[in-house]
């Protein structure tokens, strides 16, 4: 990396403590630390996000199901910290040696270069769906708003398609929901996804109120089994379970394609959705820094330095605090603070404090904090909880406790009245059911499927091309009288489907992959600009034919001789 | 085009209807259908439409600055016509000698025909620009609910880019917002667009109130030309520049690139956002249909047919309906319905009327209707508008009739109440910050420039691929000595920027545009996924440093004889 790019240097003895993420981390650190130093010119505060607004995790779910409006669980950075400056930038690399961090080109196309006295990394974590094939094609995340509407967006098309589906065998596909991990995040979208679906099938899209599954697949015996009692989560699967929502245990996701999820035991869940919620690994840009770590997590002393650094900070997710005498003990065990945002919302305050005192040679204190509580939603009117580590509560009472905590601690007071006025308004309103767009991916996407898999079938139409990244498939024609001829074999490198694209004719052929295969799928509108742009592009996509041709004139030439004689 | 495709046919004297777009037109002609055919098992209404929601066009502009939700124009097409059935799909091909309209192959991969025993086109008309150099790449349209939140998400992200902008150069591109277009969607997007920035401006990005334009272009000597006698218009114009915006009159844009926009009198306009109402150009499935048209409209008699056809109706924009006596005289002149969703609505009404006396063998009857007023929103608390062609009304005023009447025509109650809910908050809560995120293009775009515009400069940081289209562009290096050198010209099918953008290095040289140049773009993102896929394709991008490597060696090589003697 070449750091010649324009470096914003910090000048006069300004002082400058840049915040990395603008989860529960990152923010509550800033505005703690524009409280603590309001007034003051000397030191600078700045916070990098990818997104101009901090994400209401606990409520992101109900997004889901449209209990409460889409923007109504984020808000922007700027509102919350209004005296650190914003830069919404990706995020490059960081220089510890340099103490500089360099953030992603923006419109001016140019990379800004930050020099920090003191930085603090509050970068999460994020999904990691690398040791499943398929997953990163066709799982959906659920950590951020785009998830969510992304989820929703879906579940909205699927009923869609559904409707104007006459095969039983493809609207069944349709509706299959399967989320994978039962901890809190998988349990909220079980229940609320279910909600939403249970709701709407029937009453706008004239479904059969039995055709719709939704399907939670843990790899536990039982839901929440590290975060809540065995006595909660067994009343939490009667609850959903009474809903329509079924549950696989000991079991997880392995693979997924267009069609289908596979399971560790070979079950196959026809589907067309699914949502993982597991596993979760370390953002890479900590891993990068090469500090010490637990569980990819960067290890601090208790006052929330990182080992083996002066000025350099952590909390939240990313973080591995010790837990100090005093706090009660962690249902997970281990010395470390659980990932969870009381926790996160805490730090920030003592580490802002001791930020200030390193700053001003003041005394810097320890974190402390004994777990509140913990808290699940399952949909509509009902939760379980269990307060100060041995207070159980379930059912509507929980649900209450759970609209009033998360009300209460749900930023700014425009959010709260959106909120409040959103969940009044689903009392009696239906719910919503536009899409926003956002589940259209474009670009370049992924497409994964297992042996035998195909692609597209002869006679289909698509609008997509396809280059073959790892894996094998072969051409498949099928004759008038039903026999296959496999045709040719396509390998990486090869791409095919624009010729049948452009003029949008049926495939002449299927393609079905021989191994597990991956494919790089590019949209039509694309395509179709890249063609014209590039002559002979569009003859590289055009295997089928080719290969089709090929066979033909081997075939005639093969008769030829043959008739003559 | 080839239909072997599954075809849904109609069957035991099933008579469908099919309804192509989602607009006032077809909506509130699928709602009145299934009214009159209640209950009827032999007749099936189809609507089929890219979204699967309406869009209240009237309040659009609010959602740019944030008055209402942004679902809150929005309504799902399966809640106002519950009776249709609703396919959500791109539109390929109408066929009107085989009665059948194929639709773009969904998650499913194959496309649908259906057939139809009677058509109604209501597809209105599209943002054209075509005929406008770099108003495709870098123009805003302002037609959907898409276009509302991007031209919102632009104005979040320039005001927030702004805010940590050292240059004030930079800092004045940024803020400049160009409105293309002085009728009614024009006004009424600079006057939300201006009310919101300079609300947020100063308070929230800490921006000098001083610094943002909003400039608004007109080909005409005076705003809404055409829509509202002159007093009215000359005070909107008052109302609006004491707000700040600014007025360009008898201009219009010809170009736009990424930095400025170029009008037909040579002036250039440094901005960073384009937004364009004119001009509005007929759909081309419209035009494909080959029947008989009026300015791009097809011609259709007084009760709504097509010209020509028996089976095939139009209405609303897309259609030139003659103005029945009684009906009051146009403004524009003519003898054809205005293109406004006042029109609209009732022409749904005669037609759905006059589709089931088709059926039926009843009476059909003319459409006939009387303009009842006009009316424009010029932002916070003002408006302008003309009843039965006579009475003026503007100021507050006009501005709670035009709150009135348009509430009163918001489809379903829930919008009502959510927007009566938004329009309450508003007046003691700020506007909201928060991105969509829709902004964000994907996949291919497109980049244009002027003669002597650069796609970047050397030093700078990309994170973007390029390929000419059309057009030439040079290579250009500076010398330590601050000299330049031309290192080779680029021309169509050309490539480059992808070895730099891999490497995360700056540009070794600069790239300018020699002619009018249209690039196409691809994010690093998308590319990484490709050149992993194709090897080879990094090299083939690579033009910068394969020329600079030429030129290198072909100087040393000129050298070293030189030097040897």
Redesign the interface.
Known sequence: ??H??PM?ATHNGLRRIVILGGGFGGVYTAQHLGRLLRGRADVEVCIVNG???FVFQPMLAEVVSGNI???DT???I??IA?HA????RNI??IDLAAQTVAL????????TVLRYDHLVVALGNVTDFRNSPGLHAHALPFKN??DALRLRDRA???L??A????SAE?RRQ?LTFVIGGGGFSGVEVAAELNDFIRRTAQK??HLDPSEPRVVLVHSHNRILDREMPEGLALYAQKVMQKRGVEFIFNRHVVSATPKFTLLDDGTRLDS?TLVSTVPSSPNPLVTALGLKSDHGRLVTDGRLRVAGCTNVWSLGDCAAVPRAEGNAPNAEGGGTCPPTAQFAVRQAKTLAENIVAALDGGQQRTFKFAELGKLAALGRRRAVGQLFGKINIYGFTAWLFWRAVYWAKLPG??RK??VA?SWL?EFF??P???????DR????T?EFHEPGGFV??Q?????RCY???TGRAEIVHQDPDGHEHVIAELG??D?FGASEVLQ???YPASVRCVEETKL?VV?K??FI??A????GLADRFSAINQKMAAVAQENQSAQQPASAT
């Not at 919503?432 to 956002?438: F, N, S, W």
Request: charge should be negative; hydrophobic fraction near 35%; proline fraction near 8%.
């Open positions: 990396m070449d010649n790019g914003t997104e101009n607004y409006g889409i923007l984020v808000s922007p700027s509102r209004p400056k914003l830069y919404v490059e690399h992603s080109p923006a419109l001016s196309k140019e990379s708003l785009a909205i098309r699927v869609g398609d409707a104007i589906e006459p493809r349709l706008y899209f067309r007071l425009d009245l959106r006025g308004l309103l239906p919503d059911l536009v899409q926003t767009g956002v991916r474009r670009g370049v992924e597209f079938r006679g289909e139409y698509g609008n280059v073959i990244a990486p490198t791409c949008e004719t049926a790089l949209s509108e694309d600009k890249f014209d742009a590039l002559p």
